[in-house]
C-alpha cells in the first residue's frame, strides 16, 4: 500500500485499491440504510416475517461487509508482536499474600485454645447451612406413595376421552381406545390402553387372565415403562405396542412384555370386570406402579 | 477542548481508566479464522439476549389452563394452557414477534454449535495446556450451561413435543440412584405433570442460568485477555510472544464485522426457515404423543442414547437401577468428566507439565487427536441414533436393524476410527506433509542415465503457517509492539 507508483496515481493521497474499497464501503453502507428503511416499510405496513428476515439479514450482511473491507483496506493492519510476561508472582509474591493473610488471623488460628473455638465456628456454620437448605423442601411434596398409585379403584367405571363409559360390546375387533378413571379424564398416571384382543389369544397368568372381561377386553397402562411417553402406536397385525419416543415394543398378548428397545418392564395391567348394566369398571389398581423406574419401585 | 477529549478528561480524573484504556486498545491478538468460533458463539449470545428479553415481554409462563380465541384459526375454542397460549400470540399477533422468536431458536442452535467446534478447536490445538487449564474447565460448564438454556427454552411454550421432552427429563431424574425421587418431585412440584414446572423453568431460563452463565463469559473473556491469546508457531512467533493485531481499531472492525455476518445470518434464519412451530404439535396433553419426536441437536446425542441401550435394569437390595441410568447418566457424566480433567489425563500421558502459548497442530499430538476423533465418532453414532425413527423411515430399513448397527458402531467405531487417527497423524508427523495437498510416501523419479529411482517425496513447508523445520527460527517480520504505532501523545 506504500508503493509511491500506486500512490501517485490518485492525486489525494489514495491508492486506487483504497478509492475502490471506499467505493465498496459506500456501497455497503447504502443497502444497509435501504435495508432499514425497508423495515420501517414492513412494520408499519403490518410486518411480514420472511420480508423482515430478508431485510435484516441483508442490512446486518452489508453492515459487516462494510466494516470489514475497512478493517481490511483502509487500516494500516500491520502484525505487530508483543511480549508476555510472566503470570507467576513468583516465590516472594506468595510469601507475602501468605504473610498479608496471615498477619491478623495466624496468630487467633494456632492458638490452642482457640482452635475450640474454630471448631464451634465450623459447627455452626454447618448447622446453620443446612437450615438454610430447608426451604428447598418446599418444593414439593415429599414423593410419598404417589408414584405407586393412580386414579383406578375397584369398581371406577372406565370412560373415554370424553367421559363416556364403554359398554362392554361396543369395542369392534382389534379396536383400542385411551381409557381414564371416571372423574379423573387426562389424569396422567392413570392412562390406559384398552385393547380388544381374539379370545384364547391372551398368554397370562391365571389369576391375570381373570382380570380380562371375556378373555378379549384388555387394558395396559399407556405411559412407557422405559421413559414416560405415552405408548401411543398400536400395530394390530403383530399385536404390539410402540413407544414412539424410544421404539421400545411391547408384545400385548403376552402381557406386554419388551421384546424389543430399552425398556425393561412390562406395562402394568389394569385389571378390569363389567358391572351389572355391561360397562367396564375397574377391578382394582394397576398390578404394578406405572411409568419409568424409580429408586425404591420394588417397595411398595 | 473537543467533546471526546473533554469526556476523556472528564472520566480519567474521576476513575484514572486512560492508561489502561490505552493499554487494552492495543493488545494483540492473533489472527487465525478458528480463533473466530469462540467470537461467533458471543454473538450469537448478544442475539441471544436482545431477541430473549423481546420475548420476556410477551410471554407467560403460567400452565393454568384458558379457552384459545386467538388468530390460529385450528386451534380456536380449546383448552390450551397460558404459556401456550402466550406464544401463539407471540407468533401470531405480536408484529415481528415470530421473527424474533424464531431468531432466538436459531442462535440458540448456532450458539450451542459454535461453542462445540470452539471447544473442539481448543482441544485438538492443545490451546487448553497449562496456563489455560482452569479456562478449558470455565469453557465446559459454559457449554453444559448452554445446554440447559436451551433445553429449558425449548420447554417454555408447553407444546407437546416439548412436554414429552419433559416427560423423559423427568424420567432421568427419577433414575438418579437413592435420591431421584425426592429430586424429582422437588424440582417438578410433585408427580409429573405438575403445573408448577412451567414458572419454574422460567426462572431457571431467563435468571438463574443466565446470570450463571453471563458471570462465567466475564471470567472466561478475562482470563481470555490476562493469559494473552495462544498463536500458531509461524516466523517471529514464540513462547514468550503474540503476534498479531491490535485490539483497536484492527481487531475490533473485524469483530463488529463477525457480529453482524453472524446476526445476519442468523436474523435470515429466523425470517426464512420456519422452526419449532409449536401451532403444528399442539397442546401438551399428557396423553398425546408426536412421532417422530426429536428434541433440538444438541440434545439429540443424550436422547440417541436412550435409544441405544438395552433394558439394563437391576437391583441391589431390593432397590432398582433403572434402565435410563447408564445412558442418561453414567454415559454423559463420564464423557464430560474425561472432557472436563483432559488437561490433567493427557498430563499423566505426556508428563508434560510445561507452559504451551504455541499451539499443536492436530498431527503433533496423536493420542490426544486419536481420543479426540473417537470421542466425537461415539457423539456422531449417538446423535445419529436419535433420529432412528426418522432414518428408518428415510432408508426404509427397520428401526431395529438400524438400532442393533449403531450399538456396533458405538463399540467397536471409537476403537477403529480412534487407531486410524492415530496411525495417520503418526505418519503425518513424521512425513511432514499436508493430509491435503501432498501424498505421502515414496516418488518414482527418472534418473540422467535413463534408470529409475525412488526417492521419498520432498516435505512440502506450508505457506506462511511455519511448520518447515526451518521456519521457527526465521527473523520476525513483525514490528515489536513498542514501534507499531507511533508513540501516543
Redesign the interface.
Known amino acids: 500500500m506504500d508503493d509511491p507508483q500506486r500512490r501517485a496515481l490518485a492525486g489525494d493521497g489514495l491508492t486506487a485499491e483504497q478509492r475502490r474499497a471506499e467505493r465498496r464501503i459506500a456501497v455497503g453502507l447504502v443497502i444497509t440504510t435501504l435495508c432499514g428503511i425497508g423495515l420501517f416499510v414492513v412494520y408499519f405496513g403490518g410486518g411480514q416475517t420472511q420480508l423482515e428476515g430478508v431485510l435484516f439479514a441483508v442490512a446486518f450482511a452489508s453492515l459487516g461487509y462494510a466494516v470489514v473491507v475497512w478493517a481490511e483496506k483502509l487500516l494500516d493492519a500491520r502484525e505487530v508482536s508483543e511480549d508476555r510476561h510472566e503470570l507467576t508472582s513468583g516465590p516472594a509474591g506468595r510469601q507475602a499474600f501468605g504473610d498479608a493473610l496471615g498477619e491478623e488471623a495466624g496468630p487467633l488460628l494456632r492458638h490452642p485454645r482457640r482452635s475450640f473455638l474454630v471448631r464451634l465456628l465450623g459447627a455452626a456454620g454447618g448447622a446453620l447451612g443446612l437450615a438454610l437448605f430447608l426451604p428447598a423442601l418446599s418444593l414439593g411434596p415429599a414423593p410419598g406413595r404417589s408414584l405407586f398409585e393412580t386414579g383406578w379403584r375397584r369398581g371406577k367405571k372406565v370412560v373415554d376421552e370424553n367421559g363416556r363409559p364403554i359398554a362392554f360390546d361396543e369395542l369392534p375387533d382389534d379396536g383400542y381406545l385411551t381409557v381414564f378413571p371416571e372423574g379423573e379424564v387426562g389424569r396422567s398416571d392413570s392412562q390406559a390402553l384398552l385393547i380388544k384382543v381374539p379370545r384364547g389369544s391372551l398368554q397370562l397368568p391365571a389369576d391375570r387372565l381373570a382380570a380380562v372381561p371375556g378373555g378379549t377386553h384388555v387394558a395396559y397402562s399407556k405411559i412407557c415403562s422405559h421413559a414416560g411417553c405415552p405408548v401411543g402406536l398400536y400395530r394390530a397385525q403383530t399385536r404390539s405396542l410402540i413407544c414412539p419416543c424410544h421404539q421400545s415394543q411391547f408384545d400385548v398378548l403376552n402381557g406386554c412384555k419388551p421384546y424389543f428397545g430399552p425398556a425393561a418392564r412390562p406395562l402394568p395391567q389394569l385389571p378390569l370386570s363389567v358391572d351389572a348394566e355391561g360397562n367396564l369398571v375397574a377391578a382394582g389398581d394397576f398390578y404394578e406402579p406405572v411409568g419409568p423406574s424409580f429408586w425404591n419401585r420394588g417397595r411398595s | 477542548m473537543s467533546m471526546l477529549e473533554r469526556s476523556v478528561k472528564y472520566v480519567d480524573e474521576r476513575l484514572g481508566a486512560a492508561s489502561l484504556a490505552r493499554k487494552t486498545l492495543r ?2 491478538f492473533p ?1 487465525h479464522w478458528s480463533f473466530l468460533l469462540g467470537e461467533i458463539a458471543l454473538f450469537c449470545l448478544v442475539v441471544l439476549i436482545f431477541t430473549g428479553v423481546f420475548l420476556t415481554f410477551f410471554y407467560t409462563p403460567d400452565a393454568r389452563l384458558l379457552t384459545y380465541e386467538g388468530a390460529y384459526a385450528p386451534l380456536r375454542g380449546q383448552e390450551i394452557s397460558a404459556a401456550y397460549e402466550s406464544t401463539l400470540r407471540l407468533s401470531f399477533e405480536v ?2 414477534g ?2 424474533m422468536r ?1 431468531t432466538h431458536h436459531w442462535a440458540a442452535l448456532v450458539f450451542v454449535a459454535a461453542i462445540v467446534v470452539h471447544l473442539c478447536r481448543v482441544f485438538f490445538t492443545g490451546a487448553f495446556r497449562r ?1 489455560r487449564e482452569l479456562n478449558w474447565v470455565i469453557g465446559v460448564v459454559l457449554l453444559l450451561l448452554a445446554m440447559a438454556e436451551g433445553l429449558t427454552g425449548y420447554s417454555l411454550p408447553d407444546d407437546l413435543l416439548s412436554g ?1 421432552g419433559l ?2 427429563v ?3 431424574v ?9 429430586i ?11 403445573p ?1 414446572i412451567i414458572a419454574r423453568l422460567f426462572v431457571f431460563h431467563v435468571m438463574l442460568l443466565p446470570a450463571v452463565l453471563l458471570g462465567l463469559v466475564g471470567l472466561h473473556v478475562a482470563i481470555l485477555v ?3 491469546h495462544t498463536q500458531f508457531p509461524g516466523p ?1 512467533r514464540t ?8 485490539l483497536w ?2 481487531q475490533t ?2 469483530s ?6 453472524t ?3 442468523l ?6 426457515a420456519q422452526i419449532n412451530p409449536v401451532w403444528q404439535y399442539g397442546p401438551y ?9 426429536q428434541p433440538d441437536w444438541y440434545i439429540g446425542f443424550l ?1 440417541g442414547a ?8 437391576f ?1 441391589i437390595f ?7 441410568f447408564l ?1 442418561a447418566i453414567v454415559v454423559p457424566g463420564i464423557a464430560f468428566g474425561i472432557i472436563t480433567l483432559w488437561p490433567w489425563v493427557e498430563r499423566r500421558f505426556t508428563k508434560d507439565r510445561a507452559e504451551h ?1 504455541l499451539l499443536d497442530r492436530p498431527r503433533d499430538a496423536p493420542l490426544r487427536t486419536a481420543t479426540g476423533v473417537a470421542g466425537l465418532w461415539a457423539f456422531f453414532v449417538m446423535f445419529l441414533e436419535g433420529g ?2 426418522i432414518f428408518g423411515v428415510l432408508l426404509d430399513v427397520s ?2 436393524s438400524i ?1 442393533r448397527t449403531l450399538q456396533v458402531a458405538f463399540v467397536v467405531g471409537p476403537v477403529v476410527v480412534g487407531a486410524a487417527t492415530y496411525f495417520i497423524c503418526r505418519s503425518l508427523k513424521t512425513s511432514q506433509l499436508h493430509p491435503a495437498k501432498a501424498n505421502a510416501g515414496l516418488s518414482l523419479r527418472r534418473t540422467a542415465a535413463g534408470g529409475y529411482e525412488t526417492a521419498p517425496l520432498d516435505p512440502t513447508p506450508l505457506e506462511g503457517d511455519g511448520h518447515g523445520d526451518g521456519d521457527r527460527s526465521r527473523p ?6 513498542s514501534e ?1 504505532r507511533p508513540p501516543a501523545p
Open positions: 493488545k494483540v489472527d408484529r415481528a415470530l421473527i424464531q496456563p414429552i416427560r423423559i423427568n424420567a432421568v427419577l433414575a438418579i440412584p437413592v435420591v431421584g425421587t425426592w424429582a418431585s422437588l424440582l417438578f412440584g410433585g408427580e409429573f405433570p405438575a408448577d490476562l493469559q494473552k517471529g513462547e514468550r510472544n503474540v503476534v498479531g493485531k491490535r481499531p484492527e472492525f473485524k463488529v464485522g463477525l457480529l453482524m455476518f446476526t445476519a445470518v436474523a435470515g434464519l429466523g425470517g426464512l396433553e399428557p396423553f398425546n404423543v408426536t412421532s417422530p419426536a436422547d436412550l435409544r441405544l441401550a438395552g433394558p439394563w435394569s437391583q431390593g432397590y432398582e437401577i433403572s434402565e435410563l445412558p502459548h432412528n425413527d428401526v431395529e438400532t520476525t517480520a513483525a514490528v515489536p509492539a507499531g
